[in-house]
């Protein structure tokens, strides 16, 4: 049986997901295909547990999804853990005992406050699949480190969601999420082993079995699958919405996406963020954008007619969170810089945002004393 479990964390994006399977015949939603998907919540968990995943969705309709199984933390969801998970589910299960088939992460990536890879790994057994569905660029490498022989897939999703309040989804808009197994992050270089291409094998295996279940029985017709080096060209393009708006709306005063696009300055700076995104990646990533990805004036077109959205970064500021700084912003300028490239933009972004952050910070550890 297939078993997916995932630990969810707070909003949409602040979440874990580990995806299992155990004896290799059950299910989660669809147990007739075999397969079973289970949540390790936290904040969420109480809710979760008592009354599962209210989700309030544009393209599915209003339903309630019953994980297999909850647990409160990770340590409870470690295969033969003496932990017992207790939920309201169909039916109370303790972790697979040949270990997880799927572990998804969908965490808000914050490698400058967690060695996420780290807390995962008792739950990583040598037939563990991982599956990143982060924002920004450069998040795989520390799981690839951590895990040299494990297959890992990296995804990017676009969708307009957020969790309204513990343990109920709002999907507002769109569902699509694009796959792409991960070796080195710039396809299979020169001198790799046989071992490293059987790994990124494995790799596109788990996502072609993952994308025929999200298509085939989770009805997401927009599922995408592709090679490694399309799936880092995707993370970069989607910089151009996450490095442009996100840190603009912090350093606006709270302004949404479309809400920038009405202020002519604003509108020149996010446009201008974008053209330096367009012009970098190419250099970083050895090949243009394909001409069918959104170029930064589509991207601009499409953003306006999104009125009301907020995005996640400036929802983090406003809670007091720490913000995605690292992967959106830090990354994409070191890793550039190592090919040759600069970024002005996006490193003023970065130096402006972190210094804000450090600040407040600052400030509430002494209020504390």
Not at 20 to 36: F, L
Not at 39 to 64: E, P
Not at 134 to 139: D, E, P, S
Request: proline share 8%.
């Amino acid at each position: 049986m297939s078993r997916l479990s995932l630990d969810e964390t707070g909003p949409v994006k602040t979440g874990w997901a580990v995806a299992a399977t155990s004896p290799r015949s059950e299910s989660a939603r669809k147990p007739s295909q075999n397969v079973y998907t289970s949540l390790t919540a936290r904040s969420n968990y109480s809710a979760i547990a008592a009354s599962g995943v209210a989700l309030q969705t544009h393209s599915f309709g209003n339903y309630t999804f019953w994980p297999y199984a909850v647990f409160p933390s990770i340590s409870a969801a470690v295969p033969n853990s003496l932990t017992p998970s207790t939920n309201h589910a169909p039916s109370s299960q303790t972790p697979p005992r040949h270990g997880w088939d799927y572990i998804i992460v969908t965490t808000k990536a914050l490698p400058d406050r967690s060695d996420d890879a780290a807390l995962i790994a008792p739950l990583v057994s040598a037939n563990s699949c991982i599956v990143l569905i982060q924002n920004g660029v450069g998040v795989e490498e520390p799981y690839r480190k951590r895990f040299p022989q494990n297959p890992i897939v990296s995804a990017v999703t676009v969708i307009s969601a957020e969790q309204i309040k513990n343990g109920v989804i709002r999907q507002n808009r769109w569902t699509r999420i694009s796959l792409g197994p991960y070796g080195t992050g710039l396809a299979t270089p020169p001198g790799s082993t046989a071992k490293s291409a059987e790994v990124v094998q494995r790799g596109y295996e788990c996502m072609e079995r993952l994308a025929h279940w999200w298509n085939e029985y989770g009805s997401i017709r927009d599922v995408e699958t592709h090679t490694e080096l399309e799936l880092q060209t995707i993370r970069w393009h989607k910089l151009c919405i996450n490095a442009a708006f996100n840190p603009t709306s912090v350093l606006s005063g709270g302004r949404g996406n479309a809400d920038q696009l009405t202020d002519p300055e604003l509108r020149e700076h996010v446009t201008g963020i974008m053209r330096e995104i367009w012009s970098a990646a190419p250099k970083v990533l050895g090949k243009p954008f394909p001409d069918n990805l959104a170029t930064p004036d589509r991207i601009i077109r499409s953003t306006e007619r999104n009125t009301g959205a907020r995005p996640s970064m400036l929802l983090d500021w406003e809670a007091g969170r720490p913000m995605e700084l690292e992967v959106i912003l830090g990354n994409p300028v070191r890793i550039a810089r190592a090919a040759g490239v600069e970024m002005p933009k996006l490193q003023s972004l970065y130096a402006l945002l972190r210094s804000m952050q450090k600040v407040r910070e600052d400030k509430k550890a002494k209020e504390k004393l």
